[in-house]
């Protein structure tokens, strides 16, 4: 089986540098949703010392998702203070002031982001590199696949090596296989049926991860273009290419100003 996990292989060094990029992945993917349309969450962000309630940003926020639960994240400012980025799901909004006055330290520390939250249908990590497209999902919470609870949930994967036109599954399910190939071509809407070696310069490679509901929709929350992700990855099984990204593959910068 072909685990894509992050956190894998990964030294303290590492997991430092992991911290420390996940703190600038909606920056990332801000600029992939104004690019290539890619649906993700649309978090208001504001200091530490500003969410309260009487804050008209935070008012609004929560009076246009009245019947929501939500998920936070406070990001440390500061990496000196010794914390790491402290997340929670599922909130109401009474809970979710409760987390950010409970944080370790002064709350002027942290930047809090904090977006609408639901229960997925599906839950998925795809990589994409110049072999072609490698999906790892779950109808179970996407930390199943990031935090390697691989054990409580079955696993369903997806691939599709280029040049190619169609993807083989390890799912007969009809839907799951749709929700899939619907990812793949909101990743590379331009040409999802076939790559070429000629248009491969056009790809957005990297490492997303996204959550699918028939409710809501697509939303992607990760993406990561570091060596990291990438050399963290196992082999594939021996018939399959390397799903490892190489150094000369890294400017996704450049890739998004050829699509425009």
Not at 59 to 68: G, I, P, Q, T, V
Not at 103 to 129: C, E, H, K, W
Not at 229 to 238: I, N, W, Y
Not at 239 to 254: A, G, N, Q, V
Request: glycine residues 4%.
């Amino acid at each position: 089986m072909v685990t894509l996990n992050r956190n894998l292989l990964l030294g303290e060094q590492d997991l430092f540098f992991q911290t420390e990029y996940d703190k600038t992945k909606l920056a990332r993917l801000r600029l992939l949703n104004e690019k290539i349309g890619l649906p993700i969450n649309q978090p208001v962000s504001v200091e530490g010392n500003k969410f309260v309630r009487d804050n008209p940003i935070i008012r609004e926020y929560f009076s246009l998702h009245r019947d929501c639960l939500f998920s936070i994240r406070a990001i440390p400012k500061d990496r000196s203070i010794g914390v790491t980025i402290q997340r929670s799901h599922g909130l109401s909004e009474d809970e979710s002031f409760r987390f950010v006055e409970q944080l370790p330290g002064r709350s002027n520390s942290y930047t809090i982001q904090l977006n609408d939250y639901f229960v997925p249908d599906l839950s998925a990590i795809m990589v994409v590199n110049k072999h072609g497209i490698l999906i790892e999902a779950t109808k179970a919470m996407l930390m199943a696949l990031t935090q390697q609870w691989l054990e409580r949930t079955e696993i369903i994967h997806a691939r599709l090596a280029f040049p190619g036109h169609s993807m083989t599954y390890t799912t007969d399910l009809i839907d799951i296989r749709r929700i899939l190939w619907t990812a793949v071509k909101i990743v590379i809407p331009r040409h999802a049926r076939a790559i070429s070696p000629h248009n491969l310069p056009r790809v957005i490679f990297g490492y997303y991860e996204f959550v699918f509901s028939a409710r809501y929709g697509y939303r992607f929350v990760d993406f990561n273009r570091t060596k990291l992700f990438s050399s963290s990855l196992p082999s594939v099984p021996e018939t399959s290419p390397e799903w490892l990204c190489e150094p000369e593959e890294f400017d996704w910068l450049k890739t998004l100003e050829r699509l425009e």
